[in-house]
């Protein structure tokens, strides 16, 4: 049997190619495959979401992390527009508000963590506690080293209340994340997307990429492993996260519930007039 895309994509310790296309082997077979993924992935955000109605308690969290011009919201718009919306829970993490800042880092994560029935997707996420903040040195070091077990404790209790979590690090190469900033700055309609900073931050990429292999390697648990999507190619992107839900949603068994106290006999007899 061909190896799963989760077992080729999860975290093992070294970096891939961001050029790469593990489990594919080119955009016309990926556009091929895409085209069946997406109905799958329909029919099982719509069981999700049946079973969440009824009482069930399963949801599922995927987390997008990359650093500029990975492609995380493009990830969002492919993968949201396969499914229907009205299940999704979609959360965009920037820079933390007042208000956010006086509480705990976590806690802007639990408002928005998915609930029963829900496919959740996070467009940055807790890791950015671990990340930027880090890079910063927003907060001294034992309290961002303290986060990678504190993240863990609050996935492992996501994932005993019914969750599921797929987390994806988007595998820029530097010199597409170049590109992709030139083009920007070239288009005037993707100008809205430039920060002032993101030439700044560009120049601390080896800072972020030790900060990124720090959180894969404490935070790839059994519960909730980390996945390393090479994110070079847009098309392999799409198809390697879409491909990733699907094959873990598979694994949820869904099955299409009736609710509880609903007597379907009864009920017939009582529409057909029968009794
Ligand atoms: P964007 O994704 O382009 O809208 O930018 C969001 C910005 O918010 C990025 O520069 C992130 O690094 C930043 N950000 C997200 N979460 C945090 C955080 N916890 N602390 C500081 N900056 C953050
Ligand atoms: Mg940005």
């Not at 495959?33 to 029919?43: R, S, W």
């Not at 005037?188 to 900073?197: A, E, Q």
Request: hydrophobic content about 40%.
């Amino acid at each position: 049997m061909a190896k799963s895309v989760r077992d080729q994509l999860r975290w093992d310790g070294t970096l891939s190619d961001p050029h790469d296309t593990p489990g594919v082997k080119g955009k016309a077979q990926a556009r091929k495959e895409l085209a069946a993924i997406g109905p799958q992935l329909a029919d099982l955000q719509e069981r999700l979401f049946a079973n969440g109605k009824v009482g069930g308690d399963q949801r599922v969290l995927l987390v997008l992390q990359g650093t500029d011009a990975s492609g995380k919201d493009g990830t969002v718009k492919h993968v949201v527009g396969l499914v229907n919306p009205a299940g999704c829970r979609i959360t965009s993490f920037g820079r933390p508000s007042r208000e956010e800042l006086a509480h705990d880092f976590l806690w802007r994560i639990t408002n928005a963590a998915p609930s029963a029935g829900q496919l959740g997707v996070f467009n940055r996420s807790q890791y950015e506690d671990v990340l930027v903040v880090r890079v910063h040195n927003d907060v001294p070091r034992p309290v961002w080293r303290r986060r990678y077990g504190r993240i863990n404790t609050w996935e492992r209790r996501f994932v005993d209340q019914g969750g599921t979590i797929v987390k994806v690090f988007l595998h820029l190469s530097r010199e597409e994340q170049q590109r992709r900033l030139l083009a920007r700055m070239e288009d005037p309609t993707k100008h809205w997307k430039i920060g002032p900073d993101d030439v700044a931050e560009r120049q601390l990429w080896d800072d972020y990429q030790e900060a990124y292999l720090d959180a894969l390697n404490a935070c790839s648990t059994d519960v909730a492993p980390w996945y390393v999507v090479p994110a070079d190619r847009k098309w392999y992107r799409n198809w390697a996260v879409s491909k990733l839900l699907l094959e873990t949603m598979t694994d949820l068994k869904l099955g299409w519930p009736t609710p509880p106290g609903v007597d379907l006999a009864a009920m017939k007899q009582q529409l057909l007039g029968v009794s």
